[in-house]
Nanobody, 124 residues
């Protein structure tokens, strides 16, 4: 049974930082590309960032480049999203996702497994 469990969300003021974590179990973590997506109320789920098996390839949405950093620790079966300089428009439920490919896709339709999400709220 594959499980992805996100944590680290919360309420933060604009300009602040948060670090999200996603702990994976039930899969060979080092053979899965991992990604973060987010979904705001009334909007479609959108790509945020993704990372390849060993972290050598990363992709970011233009809206978060230079502010967010995705990383992974294969020894701990965990992927992280460091979010700095947060803006009110970053407010959303953040989801981690896993795909059994070397290079991470950017479409949410391509991912096999999902976490339950963690709420991030940025106040102005």
């Amino acid at each position: 049974q594959v499980q992805l469990v996100e944590s680290g969300g919360g309420l933060v003021q604009a300009g602040g930082s948060l670090r999200l974590s996603c702990a994976a179990s039930g899969l060979t973590f080092s053979r899965y590309a991992m990604a973060w997506f987010r979904q705001a109320p009334g909007k479609e789920r959108e790509f945020v960032a993704a990372i390849s098996w060993r972290g050598e390839v990363t992709n970011y949405a233009d809206s978060v480049k230079g502010r967010f950093t995705i990383s992974r620790d294969n020894g701990k079966n965990t992927v992280y999203l460091q979010m700095n300089s947060l803006k009110p428009e970053d407010t959303a439920v953040y989801y981690c996702a896993a795909k059994g490919l070397l290079v991470p896709p950017i479409s949410h339709r391509d991912y096999d497994y999902w976490g339950q999400g963690t709420q991030v709220t940025v106040s102005s």
